[in-house]
């Protein structure tokens, strides 16, 4: 992470594009896991026992976690 630092700091415009990549990285996550949340309650509330309602209420995070580091990690690496 520093070494990412490092290199953003080096340019005011590699910091601009740097705060806003990880800024909507970190946006677009966070809906995504919202989402996903709001859909688990749904699907429980309405019992909904379609294939969609059964994936979405047995939808384990563990996987989706190790996306999201490696997004995030993959997204901090200086060219």
Known sequence: MQDAYNWAFINPLRKAFYNLYMTGISVFLALVV????????????LSLQCYFGAYIQEFSFA??????????????RPP
């Open 63 to 76: 996987g989706l976690g190790y996306v999201i580091i490696g997004i995030l990690a993959g997204g901090c």
């Open 34 to 45: 919202g989402s996903i949340e709001v859909l688990q309650v749904i699907a429980g509330r």
